[in-house]
């Protein structure tokens, strides 16, 4: 919190007896600056002075003196505007993110504290698509944004590795597989096999029978069996691999769901010793009825373990490696009562623990045709997005800037970079219509926006061409274009904090919008390396701010700044 802030709330906390905490979490930030920098909603006094909120707010501007970093507090309608000193918050903030760099809004709030955050986790012999992205993604920024704020993660990649689907591949392989192309094309071998088996499943009710047989096989152990599911597993992530990297994304466990195999019957003599299970139509289950859901199947007739148990074995898994303070699933929305389920069978086991599970909603990302579906075999590779996206800034580049150097690299991280702002670019719970024109689209409100204003700070420094000046004059930025740049400066701890309470990296990607353009304006319409050395020491040393807070920002939502583009 800015020293202005702490100001405002301890004034307002001294003479209204609010709690501090209160306070702080109910000042707003005006959307224009003409009426401040932070207001206060004085409806909250209203029951309790038993007067309207445009009298206490009038009466609390007479009575109120500004102090320290406030300039001016003043009424309008409702509200208690205060007015920040232009000066005293241009040196605090500029000079704090020009000594703690990238440092600047890091927090202990996490010190000592676990996080598990389950993303990605796509499924195995299935391709990677673009429904895939944004778990992936989001993921991510929320392992950024969480480390930042001192928390210590576990990357959880929870592999779909398990399950009937394999019964399915093993028959399809068995009765048309092509080792050949298997070696060439693993996944586009397998997916095609996989779509193969459901097309002629429609009308063979067999084929279903001879994939049970076979997953059955699989979770007895059998060799030959095993072996080509280990074999499709390990081509397959061969594939994860290559994604993962052109993202820049890792994980720290990989432990999917055959992981938990071993697990499996002492969690289910857990829950039958708790009385939790009964046997319906031959399945043991957990009756959930009293709590308004659907029954959680954990073992069906013909023995078979389900995604749900093997969700269950490896909540308690986690809990018990990592003593976890929050588990995360970062998961579409289609699998809510999934997650309701295994976390009120877990509460029902009676772990404390289950109240720090949350499911971390996703909306969908649709497509022209309608969802899509694997079975059916309508799928957009994620890594077409990508390599078109780098492709298409390739050629960019060589139109308009030909003698840019790395040429490849900085196509990369523009090119990846598009796709994975676009992606961000939504609230998390909002669906997103997939269209090759938007996912690539450079123009506008775009992650390549964004790296171009990083990189343009970046030429300003270069041309600058010295080390930063080591006591600036900051009380010269008083500009109002200065000025705003430097509010949002300040505000960046702030946006990280919801972000992270929310588990919504959007709130950064449109605080990065913001900052960006506010800068921008700034530079259409004002030099930086102007003639008057003092007011150039103090504009180069917002400049660096700036620039600081733009690619350590863009660092926490997955993407690179290149130094020039
Ligand atoms: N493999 C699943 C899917 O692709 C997601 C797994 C999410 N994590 C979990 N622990 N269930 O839909």
Known sequence: MSSFKKEVVSLLSETTEVPPEEIASRLEYPPDGSFGDLAFPCHLLSKRLKKPPQAIASELAERLSPRASIDRIAATGPYLNFFADPAILATEVVSSIISQREDFGFSDEGRGKTIVIDFSSPNIAKPFGVGHLRTTVLGNGLYHIFSKLGYKLVRVNH???????????????????????????????????????????????????????????????????????RRFKDLSLQDFDRIYRLLGIEFDSYAGESFYNPYIEKTIEALKSAGLTRVSEDALIVDLEKYGMPPCLLKKRDEATLYATRDIAAAIYRYETYKFHKNLYVVGSAQRLHFQQVFKVLELMGYPWSKDCHHIELGWIKFEKGAMSTRKGNIVFLEDVLSKSVELVKSIIEEKNPTLEDQDRVARQVGVGAVVFWDLSARRNKDINFSWEEALNFEGQTGPYLQ????????????????????????????????????????????????????????????????????????????????DLNLRSARVSLAEATRTVLKEGLRLLGMESPESM
């Open 159 to 229: 592999l779909g590795d398990w399950g009937t689907q394999f019964g399915k591949l093993i028959t399809a392989f068995k009765l048309w597989g092509d080792e050949a192309r298997l070696e060439k094309d693993p996944i586009g071998e397998l997916f095609d096999l996989y779509v193969e088996f459901h097309r002629r499943a429609e009308t063979d009710s067999s084929l279903e029978e001879k994939a049970r047989e076979e997953f059955r096989k699989l979770e007895k152990g059998e060799t030959e069996t095993s072996e080509f599911w």
């Open 452 to 531: 171009y204003t990083h990189a343009r700070l970046a030429s300003v420094m270069r041309r600058y061409g010295e080390p930063l000046p080591p006591h600036p004059d900051l009380s010269l930025l008083s500009g109002a274009q200065e000025q705003k740049v430097i509010k949002l400066l300040s505000r960046f701890p702030e946006h990280l904090q919801r972000a992270a309470f929310d588990y919504e990296p959007y709130h950064l990607v449109s605080y990065l919008l913001e900052l960006a353009s506010a800068f921008n304006s700034f530079y259409q319409s004002q030099r930086i390396l102007c003639e």
